[in-house]
Each structure stands twice: as structure tokens, then as C-alpha cells.
């Protein structure tokens, strides 16, 4: 019921990147497996949060210290949750990215306005 079109509970905006993924993969590369194309996706979805957890690592590091940085970056590093959570092709993923990012821009650069993009980006387009 909860993701039930009479309900209209969730949006599925989060998975409009998605799926012009896996057109490009499909068109551009050639790929015609499903479960390639599924795996393709989660790969490119881990991989972004891999770029955002060293984004955010390294505002850290500017904002608190390089001890409190490598340790950020260390424990999300070895973390099972972090582990098992950064590929998942889920709205909550994109969650953890975007508020990743926001706490990047306001971290790195003291920019409020950009912490703002990010999070109202996560709250529009993932409807969390």
C-alpha cells in the first residue's frame, strides 16, 4: 500500500537518474542483460556515495581537524551499515547523499545557500 498509486505516498523522481543510467547503458553500450544493467546501476550508485563520503570526509577534516576527518572517513569506511546502504537503489541512499553533500558545502565552504540546494533537492525530489 505504501508505494500504491491511489495512495500517492511516494514520488518516484529518485529514479529518473536511474533509469537515463541504464537507457544510456542500454543504447550507448550495448548492454541488453537486465542483471547487467541492474549491476551497472548499483555500481554507479556505490560509487557516488564513495565520492560523497570523501567529500564529506575532507570538510570535516577542514572544518574540525585532520584527526576528526581521517576518523570520519575511516569509520564510514568500515562501517557494515555504510557498507551494505551505498549501493541500494533506494530513496533513503539518496538521502544519505545529498545530506553528505550539503554538510560538504557548509563544511568546506561556509555556504549556507548551497547546504540549502542540497537539502531542498533531498526533500522535493526524494519526498523524505
Known amino acids: 500500500w505504501e508505494y500504491a498509486n491511489q495512495y500517492a505516498l511516494r514520488t518516484y523522481t529518485y529514479v529518473l ?18 542483471v547487467t544493467i541492474f549491476r551497472i546501476l548499483r555500481i554507479s550508485v556505490g560509487a557516488t556515495t564513495a565520492l560523497c563520503e570523501c567529500l564529506f570526509a575532507k570538510s570535516m577534516a577542514n572544518a574540525f581537524g585532520d584527526f576528526v576527518g581521517i576518523s570520519t572517513l575511516f569509520i564510514t569506511g568500515f562501517c557494515p551499515g555504510m557498507f ?39 526533500t522535493l525530489c526524494i519526498g523524505w
Do not use: E
Open 84 to 122: 551494505h546502504c551505498s549501493p541500494a537503489l533506494l530513496p533513503s541512499t539518496s538521502a544519505m547523499q545529498l545530506f553528505m553533500l550539503s554538510s560538504w558545502r557548509l563544511f568546506q565552504y561556509q555556504d549556507h545557500t548551497g547546504a540549502i540546494f542540497f537539502g531542498l533537492v533531498a
Open 17 to 34: 537518474p536511474l533509469s537515463l543510467i541504464s537507457r544510456f547503458c542500454a543504447v550507448v553500450m550495448g548492454v541488453n542483460s537486465k
